[in-house]
């Protein structure tokens, strides 16, 4: 994401998440960049929160600050 300081929302796949540590790595779609978040980065969740490989998101970054939504989930989930 070469300007880091307000991007209009990217689509991207996680491909990590540490449920203990909350932290992750999501992977942006056609451009392979990788981007690491946390919990905190997480929008429109309360409370506890999770994402797992494979979980679809739309990530936007506005004045420095990244934004992570889960729009669509893993297909490897088994809820």
């Known amino acids: 994401m070469s300007n880091k300081n307000n991007e209009g929302p990217k689509r991207g796949k996680v491909i990590f998440f540490n449920e203990s540590l909350g932290?992750?790595?999501l992977r942006l779609d056609y451009s392979n960049e990788k981007i690491r978040f946390n919990y905190r980065d997480l929008d429109g969740a309360e409370g506890f929160r999770i994402l797992f490989p494979g979980d679809i998101v739309q990530v936007s970054i506005q004045n420095g600050k990244i934004k992570v939504k889960k729009i669509g989930?893993?297909?490897?989930r088994a809820d």
């Open 73 to 76: 989930e893993s297909y490897l």
């Open 23 to 25: 932290t992750g790595i």
